[in-house]
């Protein structure tokens, strides 16, 4: 089975890549997403299963990052994706780092030292020898991103990264590097819920020619419908602690999945399909990236990809979910995620 392909960055540029219009983020596979009443408990056997029920089905986009683990999703995708490696783009991500002494502490490091050293300790742990698509993770507010572009450049001119990407980044942010050196994408959260991309930054993308690789394209799951109560959520879950899925705010955001579910059931679709669906009308420069570590999740999702949507089922979907519409910052601390 093939998915249609969607172009990353841009041709003029050198920074064009193709991709399958979805991809799949691999972070739940190992990080920050215990076990939940939407994807059950983290299974490395199921997880790699699913990276190749993905390959089946004409996903060809996977993403990672070294301090998802650390390290382990790296090692987990490598595996996975060890004999289908000409078949498939890797991205994976470097600049954050757990402080040894305190590891929920994250530390961000954009250094060229701390680049050039990153992208060794990926190639090794996923068994390649380049990396399809390098993201600096995080902006560090300590080092010029003109600093830290130089240094990728410098790995793109010596092919151990074919692209490069940044995550997080603002419009100011992204034309300074691009000004360095062209760049491929830019990944950051864009769903339903999160709508903050649409005033700057993607008229930004589109007019130097960037791709965008939405992450959370559901909203951390809650927009898939599955997940009704954060009891349902491991101990452990990240999500226990994000503002969206406290008190309040996720009774009004549980509010706003029962007007998407509304839609999608008149549609013949699922929640999720119907939201990713959205993201993915946005425009062919856009590839979303859902995770999930479940073959059936998987298959939901790619379903979503042969859904049309008409100019009134997304006039619909505004009015039940106006851009910012979603009760709560995306982050605890708004302050350490752009720059």
């Not at 959260?189 to 589109?206: C, K, N």
Request: proline share 5%; charged share 25%.
């Amino acid at each position: 089975m093939t998915l249609p392909t969607r172009t990353l960055g841009s041709a003029a540029h050198g920074t064009a890549l193709d991709v399958s219009a979805l991809g799949l983020g691999c972070m739940g596979m190992s990080a920050f997403y215990g076990a939940s009443s939407d994807e059950g408990t983290p299974d490395e056997q199921e997880s790699v299963a699913t990276i190749h029920r993905a390959i089946d089905l004409g996903v060809t986009f996977f993403d990672t990052a070294e301090m998802y683990g650390p390290h382990t999703n790296e090692r987990l995708v490598g595996k996975a994706l060890k004999d289908r490696r000409d078949d498939v783009v890797i991205a994976t991500k470097f600049g954050i780092t757990r402080d040894p002494a305190d590891p929920a502490r994250r530390l961000v490091d954009g250094s060229p030292e701390n680049v050039r050293r990153s992208v060794e300790g990926s190639l090794q742990r996923l068994g390649v020898d380049h990396v399809d698509m390098y993201y600096q993770h995080r902006m560090d507010p300590k080092v010029p991103v003109e600093e830290t572009v130089g240094a990728l450049a410098e790995l793109v001119a010596a092919g151990k990264v074919r692209h490069y990407g940044l995550s997080e980044a603002s419009a100011e942010t992204i034309r300074r590097a691009h000004a360095v050196h062209p760049v491929t994408a830019l990944q950051t959260e864009y769903s339903l819920f999160t709508r903050d991309v649409e005033a700057t930054i993607l008229p930004t993308l589109r007019e130097l020619g960037i791709g965008l690789v939405p992450y959370s394209p559901l909203g951390r799951g809650v927009l898939t419908g599955a997940i009704t109560s954060t009891d349902a959520l491991a101990a452990d879950d990240f999500r226990r602690s994000n503002p969206r899925f406290q008190g309040d705010a996720f009774e009004a955001n549980l509010r706003l999945v029962d007007r998407v579910r509304t839609l999608a059931a008149e549609r013949g679709l699922t929640p999720a399909q119907l939201a990713l669906a959205w993201v993915l009308a946005q425009g062919d420069d856009v590839v979303p990236i859902p995770g999930t570590r479940r073959v059936h999740r998987l298959e939901e999702n790619v379903g979503a990809v042969a859904a049309t949507l008409t100019a009134g089922d997304l006039a619909a979907l505004t009015d039940a979910v106006p851009a910012g519409a979603a009760a709560g910052e995306r982050y605890a601390d708004m302050s350490a995620v752009q720059s």
